[in-house]
């Protein structure tokens, strides 16, 4: 997973790599996987991904809880839960694109939204994710 993050001139660049579980049901797709831990982490966060007819939704437990959606054209809202209390965000999504080539066994998920975070601007993000099915 890469994410990229642009606000003015300012760039950042986050890679995370995991091992989880992917499930196909009636349409929709679920990714389940438990996130890297920071250093300074006492318990790790699961984050369920769930892709559905051009949306998706993200859903972390753990050291950090979150849920959020993502539908293209449409801004949403969501609460960020931190060890330092609770955030409100509002995702301004452009665009959730998700393939998967059963042949290959194989697919991607590019995301695009803006997200503010309190009422203040945090950026522009694009989210790339590759995965393989092993």
Request: without cysteine.
């Amino acid at each position: 997973m890469k994410t990229t993050i642009k606000d003015g001139r300012r760039k950042e660049v986050h890679s995370m790599e995991a091992s989880g579980e992917l499930f196909h049901r009636g349409g929709m797709t679920v990714i389940r996987f438990s996130e890297p831990q920071e250093e300074n982490d006492t318990q790790s966060t699961i984050q369920t991904v769930k892709l559905h007819r051009g949306q998706m939704s993200v859903q972390r437990k753990g050291a950090i809880t979150m849920n959020q959606r993502f539908i293209p054209g449409r801004e949403t809202e969501g609460m960020y839960h931190s060890p330092y209390g609770p955030m409100d965000m509002r995702t301004d999504t452009s665009e959730v694109d998700y393939e998967w080539d059963s042949q290959a066994l194989e697919g991607f998920i590019d995301l695009r939204y803006a997200l503010v975070m309190q009422g203040s601007k945090t950026g522009n993000y694009h989210m790339h994710v590759k995965i393989k099915e092993v």
